[in-house]
């Protein structure tokens, strides 16, 4: 007959099985808020109308019913995957066109000014 755990032990491992138990819930919960989003998206409610009614941001709504997000960061990888598909330059070949090859840091003693002849 197995050793019996310190009690302390055993409040530990149920309260890891109560948080593995309402991950599972939160999961399935989510599930079922982004179906409901998805059937008011097909209803003709647009996201930001849902995102108000669940006092949830647009991108977690859009998150939550499995569409892209939207902002500054999926726009800027959206014109690079365009750029590259399209065969444009990428920014940093773009940035050398323009200000040339870079440089070396100029030595400390080319930063002197020259001794004054007196």
């Known amino acids: 007959m197995p050793a019996e ?3 302390h032990i055993t409040s530990v491992m149920i309260a890891a099985a109560d948080l593995e138990d309402a991950e599972f819930q939160r999961d399935r919960l989510a599930l079922l808020c982004g179906e409901a989003i998805r059937q ?9 109308a849902v995102a108000r009614a669940a006092n949830l ?3 977690e709504v859009r998150r939550l019913a499995g569409t892209p997000p939207i902002g500054p960061a ?3 990888e959206v014109a690079l995957l365009s750029a590259v598909s399209l065969g444009l330059p990428s920014v940093a070949e773009v940035v050398q066109l323009v ?7 100029p030595a400390a003693s080319d930063l002197r000014e020259p001794d004054a002849a007196f």
């Open 5 to 7: 755990q310190p009690p």
């Open 40 to 48: 008011a998206l097909v209803a003709g409610s647009t996201h930001a």
């Open 57 to 59: 941001s647009e991108n």
């Open 74 to 76: 999926v726009l800027e």
């Open 99 to 105: 200000d040339g090859p870079v440089l070396a840091e």
